[in-house]
């Protein structure tokens, strides 16, 4: 979707970050989703993983149709999820990409700079450790970009539009990854992981 950022891109948007800092992205949120696909004690281990790798307690997201083939109910608690904001987010973020080697595919940034991965299994973020009695999970993480002053279109009062000059665009946002984050930006998907019979 995207071509390989080349250093000059990357240095230009440098230049347009320190000339104006009202321009320079930042990290917003950090969300990580952990679907399970049924209540009970799979859904109560997930939790415990996540609120153990996150420090912060997650909540239910429940199921919006009855699936029978599954055995999903409607409004039956199916998934986890915990939103992470500030210095937390950015120390989990770090934690995360180390996981995926600190490599994310172009396709996964969208028009606006926000981007998503997965992680296959949580035993692979640095300092965890595998406890057979929780077993392991996968989950997803989505990070939204900002810049600043885009408040404008949460408040409450005189709530109005980001204008199309100041909204972030997925070339820039991958620049402020790689020079922030020292991330690689790769053309192709990442490779799951074959397992072993």
Known sequence: MYSTLSANLIESFKIKWQENPMLKPKIEKVVVNCCVGKSGEPLEKAMKIIEELTGQKPCYRRAKKTIRDFGIRRNEPIACVVTLRGGRAIEFLK???????????????????????????????????????????????????????????????????????????????????????????????????????
């Open 95 to 197: 934690k995360a990409l180390d996981a995926v080697g600190n490599k994310i595919p172009a396709s996964s940034f969208d028009n606006y700079g926000n981007f998503s991965f997965g992680i296959e299994e949580h035993i692979d973020i640095p300092g965890t450790k595998y406890s057979p009695e929780l077993g392991i999970i996968g989950m997803d993480i989505c990070v939204s970009l900002a810049r600043p002053g885009y408040r404008v279109k949460y408040r409450r009062r005189a709530r109005s539009r980001v204008g199309k000059a100041h909204r972030l665009m997925a070339e820039e946002a991958m620049a402020y990854m790689i020079h922030e984050f020292g991330v690689e930006i790769t053309e192709e998907k990442r490779e799951k992981k074959r397992r072993k019979k």
